[in-house]
Nanobody, 130 residues
């Protein structure tokens, strides 16, 4: 089974930036839909962003709370999934998880559901604090 590994988390001041990466056991990312979720202490896992590929193009989705600040992407060879996080706020503090779906998922109402993803990474911690 493919293992997802996140990296790039850390401590950053409010207004700062981080880029999270997710790789798949050294392989290319073959899942048709991949996403980022986060979970803050005492809270449920929350959708952050997702990307879904069709034969024509890729569609990206993001939660309203991060729209305009976070960007999901992959490199051209699909060796890694990224989450560029800019203008970070204390409320962005959480463990961030990469997730992969074995079937394509489209539509914000569906990509935002954790149950539509089959494989999860172990998470990387992001702390935004002054």
């Amino acid at each position: 089974q493919v293992q997802l590994v996140e990296s790039g988390g850390g401590l950053v001041h409010p207004g700062g930036s981080l880029r999270l990466s997710c790789t798949a056991s050294g392989r290319t990312l073959s899942s048709p839909t991949m996403g980022w979720f986060r979970q803050a202490p005492g809270k449920e896992r929350e959708f952050v962003a997702a990307i879904s590929w069709s034969y024509r193009s890729a569609t990206t989705y993001s939660a309203n709370s991060v729209k305009g600040r976070f960007t999901i992407s992959t490199d051209n060879a699909k060796n890694a999934l990224y989450l560029q996080m800019n203008n970070l706020k204390p409320e962005d503090t959480a463990d961030y998880y990469c997730a992969a779906a074995t079937k394509p998922v489209f539509g914000l109402e569906y990509v935002s559901l954790p149950n539509n993803y089959d494989t999860w990474g172990q998470g990387t911690q992001v702390t935004v604090s002054s």
